[in-house]
């Protein structure tokens, strides 16, 4: 299995602050690769996908960004509605999610 | 508008079985693939089983630390897919959330609310 590893495990940060959060696979992914937001008590809900494409309906102040085995995504300027959980997965192959990162406002 | 309804959760002792079912619409379910991904409490994501469409055979996958107790299948007719666990263990609490990939991803673009598992004496 390919191994994620996402960094930080949490994350505080004041509101229109910017934000990332990175992903590093075990092995090389090739741009497979995706990005959730998870807020409490609800489902995950994709963001990005293919690295840096941006799902229908997500704000573009989040970007993602990497290749080989360094990912990273980013928010820019932090809203309240942004508190949340983020978690990376890769699909090169058999699906493996990072371990997430909470972001909290500071 | 793309929906995807989980049911059959519950509690479960050790040692029992358990179906979850998965009903959607908005999108023809025909094209699609269908994944279970489960999320242990105050947990992470672990993607569990896939079941491909038609046009692939209807090919399973399943997780190696839940090979051998599940089981994903799929009815086209009624646009829905299943998840047959057998042999739970504590460790299988769960939300179990039903989810769509495509045949040229294998990222989750959309989401069920989950449905809960929860295996216990």
């Known amino acids: 299995d390919i191994q994620m590893t996402q960094s930080p495990a949490s994350l505080s940060a004041s509101l229109g602050e910017t934000v990332t959060i990175e992903c590093r696979a075990s092995e090389d992914i090739y741009n497979g690769l995706a990005w959730y937001q998870q807020k409490p008590g609800k489902s995950p809900q994709l963001l990005i996908y293919?690295?840096?494409s941006l799902h229908t309906g997500v704000p573009s102040r989040f970007s993602g960004s990497g290749s080989g085995t360094q990912y990273s995504l980013k928010i820019n300027s932090l809203q309240s509605e942004d508190v949340a959980s983020y978690f990376c997965q890769q699909y090169y192959d058999y699906p493996t999610f990072g371990g997430g990162t909470k972001l909290e406002l500071k | 508008e793309v929906q995807i309804l989980e049911t059959g959760g519950g509690l479960v002792k050790p040692g029992g079985s358990l179906r979850l079912s998965c009903a959607t619409s908005g999108f023809n379910f025909n094209d699609y693939f269908m994944n279970w991904v489960r999320q242990a409490p105050g947990k992470g994501l672990e993607w569990v089983a896939q079941?491909?469409?038609?046009?692939?055979?209807?090919?399973?996958y399943y997780a190696e630390s839940l090979e051998g107790r599940v089981t994903i299948s799929r009815d086209d007719s009624k646009s829905s897919v299943y998840l047959q666990v057998s042999s739970l263990r504590a460790e299988d609490t769960a939300i179990y959330y039903c989810?769509?990939?495509?045949?040229?991803?294998?990222?989750?673009?959309?989401w069920g609310q989950g449905v809960m598992v929860t295996v216990s004496s």
């Open positions: 079941i491909r469409n038609k046009n692939y055979n209807y090919a399973t």
């Open positions: 293919n690295a840096n």
């Open positions: 989810t769509r990939s495509g045949s040229s991803y294998i990222y989750f673009d959309y």
